[in-house]
């Protein structure tokens, strides 16, 4: 139930874009195909325990929520993904809700039927046109803050993000080596044609299935 918000700032912005769990799923499909485990407390098994088997985790177990376990406030993050499940399934009327939805798999038997909510805000009928200097100089401040020891540097939402686009529009896209075969082989089964060479020449012989 992730939730996202962005707030421009002039030539800046504010962009927040969040899981309400402990790591997105994706995250953890990404170890499967890498044959790697997860941290603990990412996930659980299907008895509610911790796990850190990916294939665990995503057939039959499930995510933490925000925090984690109840000593660490995880009941902090499943409410606020019940809130954001409240606002984009129980509203609209005829979305799928909690275990209703379907798995994450592309073996489901049914369309997932997900929900959606889009909260619109005109900052000027609250202050004007004073919102997005505010909000510059906010940023500014919270970027100006002395960082921890070992840190370069105090980053809000979204920073990050934006360095990876101007490193990917410079560089290209990365790829694990694992993720570029499970995508080659996603390719060749949908019988996409003219793959670039750094695809068409890696071995699939021991590709993780895609199937999660």
């Not at 088997?53 to 984690?68: C, H, K, S, T, Y």
């Amino acid at each position: 139930n992730p939730i996202s918000c962005y707030c421009p700032a002039g030539e800046d912005s504010f962009q927040l874009d969040m899981a309400t769990t402990t790591v997105p799923v994706g995250k953890v499909e990404v170890c499967h195909r890498k044959q790697q485990e997860v941290p603990l407390g990412w996930g659980v098994d299907a008895n509610g325990l911790p796990s850190q088997d990916p294939e665990e985790i995503i057939m039959r177990g499930g995510l933490n929520p925000l925090g984690g376990p109840e000593e660490l406030a995880g009941y902090k993050g499943y409410g606020l993904g019940m809130l954001v499940e409240i606002l984009t399934a129980v509203l609209p009327g005829d979305a799928a809700v909690g275990p209703d939805v379907p798995p994450w798999l592309t073996t489901r038997l049914k369309p997932n039927n997900y929900g959606h909510c889009f909260i619109v805000i005109d900052p000027r009928a609250f202050c004007g046109d004073k919102f997005q200097v505010r909000l510059l100089n906010y940023i500014q401040c919270m970027r100006g803050l002395s960082p921890a020891d070992g840190q370069e540097s105090v980053l809000i939402p979204g920073d990050n993000e934006k360095r990876e686009e101007a490193q990917v529009a410079e560089m290209g896209v990365r790829l694990n080596q694992s993720v570029a075969v499970a995508l080659k082989v996603l390719c060749q089964r949908l019988d996409v044609m003219d793959l670039p060479v750094e695809l068409a020449t890696l071995d699939t012989s021991n590709a993780v299935a895609c199937g999660l």
